[in-house]
């Protein structure tokens, strides 16, 4: 270590005290300089160096060299005279000299630095991993990816051999080989796959100085393609799918090319692929517009146009929705319903539903919507009769659902399995209930079972559901009475008596206090029965369960109606709320049928106009109009729309295509409600 003194601190003496503060063999005992403000005095005043306005006290014996930048030759001359005999003094023009080159040389240094920087920079940008040896092994270059690939810090990774970086290297073998060794796979020891390349560095004299490695990380590339794979599998198999179905599908792109139909589709048509791969999307069609250019326009699925397509001018039906991948439309699915093959399913379906209505349906606690207080405690205590055997008692007015809780318990009983039986004894003849609830002994009982064993045996082991239990006249409530009680029943001359076991569901929107007090009702019948009460409230006390209750709906007439009704206003269910509803839920369905059937053709949302000219027709009824004897509500609606076909029909002169237009409902449907009233 050289300690200096430097003696004038201007310009020179200032450049001059940084070059030697860093040199690291070179150190600054003080600058001098008569000046105070000096620049070099300023700067060793900011660095803690020592400065004064006399060299004379700073020449001690352990001082090496003394620069001299005052320029003033009688300083250099007593400096000369006056410094210890082993100190260097080095005069003005030299030390601008050396400053100079100093100067020079933190330039070159600074550049060469700044290069160096810059490529690290890119080294250190760069995706791949690089990583050199020298002759010895030892590990002289690393940047940032292969240490992130690795691992391994670059600080600590330089200096050490490769094989403590990375244990599975082959960078020693391409050393001594001489021979690069291209894009070879690697697994390293943190299980990353890689791909990398070696080369053995040789210097300008063609001697080997070491090896070079450049590798990639390929572990998402092997998933890409492992994806790939996966997804020509998919392909295939969505191709087999579509290949295989029965519905005629065509595909177009986004300009309304065909570029897929399955073998259905050629079989609707007549048409074979070659004929429709390539071409326009009209090219199928002989009359009416493409489906296909309509929704690519629009980027809007249309649903239910009825078309004729290929040369054997097929009727279908067409469905078709636009493909959107990335928020752009690039082409368009449709599906083509072949409306011969359709008919006869509808008779199917039709015969299939004609079964079915002599069956009993059976409903779920899913099936009872509401929010409500009284909806919820009533279905809580439903649910606790359905654990049990208990006669249960449903009580509310007409049209509250109690049918509903009574299929709801059976459902959620142990006798979900066995038969559900209901009758209905406000219609039923009261000279043959008895018969058919317990049975007749001839055999030409004219009950409606066909035969005599009446309602209880069938329901054994099942569940007997009393509509409006205070019809029954009282020698029928006696015999019911004594089979709650003794769990027996006799035959019709009283001396055989049958076990049987039958839960008993009642219901009555009546009175049955009164009825009782008035000895229309047997008292002890009154209290088994009352045991288990449910009380069902009537909608005008549940009115925010309304919205729920008519989305249900919706659905459901939807499907009766084969209309697409997807929602109905904020006007119309306020409007609905409004309303006390004396019929419940059953008279709201009825709104709602004929506010769907007001509809004008293609309107999917019921509004307040459509609510309130439902209601008021409702109201205009002939207050004094009685229902036809032994009526029912589903034989009077059947009635009432087999006229509005017959009517719709005639002033179409019987296009069926403009009638079904004309009601707002699919071809399809229209076809099924002909046959239905027969008026094909």
């Known amino acids: 270590m050289q300690n200096v003194l430097i003696v004038g601190a201007g310009t020179g003496g200032s450049i001059l005290l940084d070059l030697l503060q860093n040199l690291e063999f070179m150190n600054v005992n003080a600058i001098i300089d008569t000046d105070e403000q000096a620049p070099g005095i300023i700067r060793a005043k900011k660095q803690g160096i020592a400065h004064g306005t006399d060299w004379k006290s700073h020449l001690t014996e352990d001082l090496h060299i003394i620069f001299d930048v005052t320029g003033d030759e009688s300083v250099f001359a007593e400096l000369l005279t006056a410094r210890p005999a082993h100190t260097v003094l080095i005069p003005g023009s030299v030390a601008n000299l050396l400053v100079k080159l100093l100067e020079e040389n933190d330039t070159y240094i600074k550049r060469i630095h700044a290069e160096m920087h810059k490529q690290r920079m890119i080294f250190d940008s760069i995706e791949e991993g690089m990583i050199g040896i020298d002759e010895e092994g030892t590990v002289d270059f690393f940047n940032k990816s292969a240490s992130k690939m690795i691992g391994f810090p670059i600080e600590d990774a330089v200096g050490r051999t490769i094989t403590e970086v990375i244990p599975t290297t082959e960078l020693p073998r391409v050393f001594k080989s001489g021979r690069a060794e291209l894009n070879e796979e690697q697994i390293l020891g943190n299980g990353l796959k890689i791909?990398?390349?070696?080369?053995?560095?040789?210097?300008?004299?063609?001697?080997?100085?070491?090896?070079?490695?450049?590798?990639?990380?390929?572990?998402?590339?092997?998933?890409?393609?492992?994806?790939?794979?996966?997804?020509?599998?998919?392909?295939?198999?969505?191709?087999?799918?579509?290949?295989?179905?029965?519905?005629?599908?065509?595909?177009?792109?986004?300009?309304?090319?065909?570029?897929?139909?399955?073998?259905?589709?050629?079989?609707?048509?007549?048409?074979?692929?070659?004929?429709?791969?390539?071409?326009?999307?009209?090219?199928?069609?002989?009359?009416?517009?493409?489906?296909?250019?309509?929704?690519?326009?629009?980027?809007?699925?249309?649903?239910?146009?009825?078309?004729?397509?290929?040369?054997?001018?097929?009727?279908?039906?067409?469905?078709?929705?636009?493909?959107?991948?990335?928020?752009?439309?690039?082409?368009?699915?449709?599906?083509?319903?072949?409306?011969?093959?359709?008919?006869?399913?509808?008779?199917?379906?039709?015969?299939?539903?004609?079964?079915?209505?002599?069956?009993?349906?059976?409903?779920?606690?899913?099936?009872?919507?509401?929010?409500?207080?009284?909806?919820?405690m009533s279905i809580a205590q439903a649910k606790l009769a359905a654990k049990s055997d208990v006669p249960v008692l449903l009580r509310g007015e007409a049209g509250t659902g109690k049918e509903l809780f009574a299929h709801a318990i059976h459902s959620s009983s142990e006798r979900r399995f066995n038969k559900f039986i209901r009758l209905n004894c406000s219609a039923m003849d009261r000279s043959t209930l008895e018969s058919e609830l317990f049975g007749l002994e001839s055999s030409t009982s004219s009950?409606?079972?066909?035969?005599?064993?009446?309602?209880?045996?069938?329901?054994?082991?099942g569940t007997l559901f009393l509509d409006e239990v205070t019809d029954l006249p009282l020698a029928v409530?006696?015999?019911?009475?004594?089979?709650?009680?003794?769990?027996?029943?006799?035959?019709?001359?009283?001396?055989?008596?049958?076990?049987?076991?039958?839960?008993?569901?009642?219901?009555?929107?009546?009175?049955?206090?009164?009825?009782?007090?008035?000895?229309?009702?047997?008292?002890?019948?009154?209290?088994?029965?009352?045991?288990?009460?449910i009380q069902v409230s009537p909608l005008r006390s549940r009115k925010k369960d309304i919205p729920l209750i008519v989305g249900h709906l919706l659905v459901k007439l939807n499907q009766e109606f084969g209309m697409n009704i997807e929602r109905i206003t904020e006007e119309a269910l306020e409007r609905l709320k409004q309303y006390d509803w004396p019929g419940n839920i059953r008279e709201l369905e009825n709104v709602l049928s004929r506010a769907m059937i007001y509809m004008k053709p293609g309107e999917a949302v019921i509004g307040l106009k459509d609510v309130i000219k439902s209601l008021s027709s409702r109201g205009n009824m002939d207050k004094g109009q009685v229902l036809p004897e032994k009526s029912t509500l589903t034989s009077i609606m059947d009635e009432y729309e087999k006229n509005i076909l017959e009517t719709a029909l005639h002033e179409n002169n019987g296009n069926k295509s403009l009638t079904a237009n004309r009601l707002g409902i699919s071809l399809r449907s229209l076809y099924y409600k002909l046959e239905k009233f027969s008026l094909v």
């Open 447 to 461: 009950n409606r079972n066909g035969n005599s064993q009446g309602l209880f045996k069938e329901s054994n082991q």
């Open 195 to 376: 791909v990398t390349s070696r080369y053995p560095l040789y210097d300008s004299t063609g001697k080997k100085v070491g090896a070079f490695a450049v590798f990639k990380d390929i572990t998402e590339v092997v998933a890409l393609a492992e994806e790939i794979t996966g997804l020509k599998k998919v392909k295939t198999m969505l191709e087999a799918i579509i290949h295989s179905s029965d519905d005629a599908i065509s595909v177009v792109d986004d300009n309304g090319n065909g570029i897929l139909v399955n073998p259905a589709y050629t079989r609707i048509t007549g048409l074979t692929e070659d004929e429709i791969i390539g071409k326009p999307a009209n090219a199928d069609i002989n009359e009416g517009e493409s489906i296909h250019m309509r929704v690519l326009k629009s980027k809007q699925p249309v649903r239910g146009v009825n078309m004729r397509i290929g040369e054997n001018n097929r009727e279908v039906i067409v469905n078709v929705a636009p493909i959107i991948v990335d928020h752009q439309v690039k082409g368009s699915v449709g599906v083509i319903h072949d409306i011969t093959e359709m008919r006869n399913l509808m008779k199917e379906l039709d015969q299939a539903r004609t079964i079915i209505r002599q069956l009993e349906s059976t409903y779920t606690f899913d099936d009872i919507f509401g929010g409500s207080s009284d909806i919820e």
């Open 477 to 533: 409530q006696d015999r019911l009475l004594n089979y709650l009680k003794n769990g027996t029943i006799f035959t019709s001359d009283g001396t055989l008596p049958i076990h049987l076991s039958v839960r008993i569901i009642t219901t009555t929107s009546k009175n049955l206090e009164k009825a009782m007090h008035e000895g229309a009702f047997n008292e002890e019948l009154y209290y088994v029965l009352n045991r288990l009460s």
